[in-house]
């Protein structure tokens, strides 16, 4: 149900049948490794090029979450799925392997919450039974797109981010044992006149700022209601860019409330600048550790606020600055 | 209301309450100019790219279709809108420039009806008020991205098709005056394992033809409920094939009831090869024309059938075939 513009309270709260997160070598050096369902020892993940590694991932990300939700392949009535290579090959090329109908979403590194809030529309509203929503990065394919290929050993500002490698699925259904989608809030796009490709936390950093407050206004919340909310992939600087704006703002959240996923997902020893970012960031710490932090019964409450930069290499050689979006999903146990 | 795996009978029937279609000097010297909001007599728009000069085009005919809604830009819920440029930045740019909370999507040229679809599930289910959904492409921006820079006058062989240069969008509403979404058919990955960019139409005949048995399917219908079934960018090789499988299983459409936007929207006299494709083929001429043709009483019942080729210059360099998909939303007086 609609509630204010742009804001949904689900009245049946679609359960998250399934879900998985898998991942590449360099993310089972990371702080979550214990959390994931699968990680490839080698970055191709015995493939032939990045790009067809990424379709690996995210066809795995989607076979376990498929598995785990004892849901029929076949009774699945829509894959939703999204991801930062040219025309979403990755999703698509996916959706020719599974075989279920499948709708093609772009929010960039919002992918993730965006394939969740729409599935979570349809299955409340009983637009479908089941759907599987997913999204998926790869680092060397996303760093051969965007920027240079990692053979060319070029150096980045610490402001950067590093892309994680990774996919993230789930299967929601009506009900069953499972988190439960709550609510969601859909994003505006916001620009703050940013135009450093590397600092994307910087300019996210006031998308996450709009749909979190957007999301307390037309809910009628405030950050007490969660125990924890989680941005996709701000990082370092981006992150507390946005607690600064929100505490200004009279949004306070209590010590370890406010958090972000690329600065969970990796170690201190890992050289990943300000965090992690892409797709599978927010997709693998929400589907393989909040998840089961929720299953565990070690939180009850949260919000998922992912992140997307809308811009494209073309957009930066024309001088563009960088709009941004994000969209959050409130899941709760 | 879900009808079957993947189609949906709409109970309240969204309204379409303005619809818009704009293109440029080269439509307007085509066979449906006089069914055009708006043409421009330049391909830049009096921009400095063409890049910036497609994001005009989507401008423009979102600012059209809110116009003759009569609906305020704050009324509307959600924008949703696709593209062919690389992380859809038409799309992208538009929506902060429209500022309207926004849902990218992706199904290349499918792109028209999937945003119509989804469009039409959130009003149907009082997901949202009103919905704008919009999708455009421009000839010379999708040139220079897939294949060369138009001014390298590279030749093409006859199967290949001429991208339209325009956009198109709706507005949405649960009730009002005008033409109505009554069903709708989500497609599913198709790939007959042609991997030649320049026949599209042979790549995406099959995807269409799954689409629209599956919607006859469904909602229990056969060609005679519609007075016009049209394809989006079959163009004249791929559409011929999907009316020759169409008919070997035994569905048979009268003369001229089976037709394909491609093959529609240029004069005879403008080489465009096998017809004309793009996000906006199908946008323009159903919004542009076939809208018009409800509203002049000449049809009744359509059923638009939108096909897209979900490659990118990357899976082509890589070998692999193209995955098609079309999306089916039918029209009614």
């Known amino acids: 149900m609609l509630s204010g513009r742009q804001s949904f309270i689900f009245q049946s ?15 089972a050096r990371g702080a979550l490794s214990s959390e994931f369902d699968r990680l ?15 379709k690996k991932l995210l066809e795995e990300a989607c076979n376990v979450a498929i598995t785990k939700s004892n849901v029929k392949k076949e009774d699945i009535n829509f894959f939703i799925s999204g991801d930062l290579m040219n025309q979403i090959i990755t999703s698509s090329f996916a959706a ?22 729409t599935a979570s529309i349809l299955v409340d509203t009983e637009s479908a039974k089941y759907v599987l929503a997913g999204t998926s990065s790869h680092n060397a394919a996303v760093e051969k797109q965007f920027r240079y290929p990692t053979e060319y050993g070029s150096q980045k500002p610490p402001t950067a981010q590093w892309t994680v490698t990774g996919a993230g699925a789930v299967v929601l259904g009506k009900s069953g044992i ?67 704006i929100l505490e200004q703002d009279g949004f306070h959240f209590k010590e370890g409330c406010f958090k972000d996923c690329g600065m969970l997902i990796y170690n ?54 960088i709009p941004s979006i994000a969209h959050a999903v409130s899941i709760e146990k």
């Open 13 to 27: 709260n679609p359960v998250i049948l399934g879900h998985s997160a898998v991942g590449g070598p360099f993310e």
């Open 40 to 54: 490839f020892d080698d970055i191709w993940m015995g493939q032939d090029s990045f790009e067809k590694a990424e």
């Open 96 to 117: 020719r392997t599974l075989s279920i109908p499948y709708l093609g979403v772009f929010g960039a590194c919002s992918s993730s919450m965006e394939s969740l809030a």
């Open 178 to 244: 499972g988190p439960k989608v709550t609510s969601a809030t859909i994003g505006k796009v916001v620009d703050m006149g940013v135009s450093d490709p590397f600092n994307m936390g910087e300019a996210m950093a006031q998308a996450a700022v709009d749909t979190i407050e957007t999301h307390f206004k037309e809910l009628n919340r405030d950050p007490s209601y969660y125990d924890i909310v989680v941005t996709g992939d701000l990082g370092k600087i981006g992150h507390k860019i946005a607690e600064e």
């Open 268 to 321: 201190d020893n890992q050289p990943v600048f300000a965090g992690g970012s892409g797709c599978a960031c927010s997709a693998v710490v929400t589907y393989g550790h909040f998840l089961k932090e929720i299953e565990r019964g070690n939180i009850n409450k949260i919000l998922v606020v992912a992140t997307g930069a809308l811009m494209s290499p073309m957009s930066y050689q024309q001088k563009e600055s």
